[in-house]
């Protein structure tokens, strides 16, 4: 498997010149290729509706971009962010951010001080985790606070990172139990290893909300 690290370009497609938006974005993603970078550039999607490039080819809408493009978003190893005002940028952008992906301004800088390789396969779980967070937030808590079940555990004297604690300690001994006799009836091995991460994570920002560090 390729080494390279996965850069996608986010940048404006509709808003400004369109050529002017595809040569920016095929510059910098030959300027990254050369330099030993895996990019993808979403801007040659203008040109999937035939050789006169469109910004949104064979009838397709801005919907059916943003939810192509955002599962790319997820796995890439940094975003590049280009000039121009776009919304598709900015909810690219906002997407890396959330999911502690990078986000680079300067394609110079990008090649210059890369994020950090370390083993894809540990990055790859990583965004697992920040993507099963966002689900089980829809679900399980509210739209003003995504932890909003697990600070229940307020309501019978238990403080919140505890509460976090508390749950994480039931998929142990899932674990255990998985450990002893090599099956499990319902939930599988590694969604309750990736439930565990988790609930590390959110007892470890509740804890520092406590203000106890």
Known sequence: MSNRLRI??????????????IKQATDAAMRLLK??????????????????????PGDTTH???????????AVSDAVLRLPGESVGADKETALAQQLGIPVYTDVEMLIASPPPK??????????????LHNRKGADYGTDEDVF????????????????????????????????????????????????????????????????QT
């Open 8 to 21: 996608y370009i986010a940048g404006p497609i509709t808003k400004g010149p369109l050529a002017e938006n």
């Open 35 to 56: 330099a030993g970078f895996g990019p993808l550039c979403p801007h040659l999607s203008c040109y999937m509706g035939g050789p006169a490039p469109a910004v949104l």
């Open 63 to 73: 919907e059916d971009w943003y939810e192509a493009d955002m599962p790319w978003v």
């Open 118 to 131: 370390g083993d894809p396969r540990f990055h790859d779980v990583l965004r697992q985790m920040g993507l």
């Open 148 to 211: 909003a079940n697990v600070r229940a555990s307020q309501e019978w004297g238990v403080a919140p990172w505890l509460g976090a604690m508390l749950r994480g300690g039931d998929k142990v001994k899932r674990l255990k139990t998985f450990a002893k006799k090599g099956t499990l009836a319902n939930e599988g091995v590694e969604d309750s290893m990736l439930d565990l991460a988790n609930y590390a994570v959110i007892a470890l920002v509740l804890y520092r909300e406590s203000g």
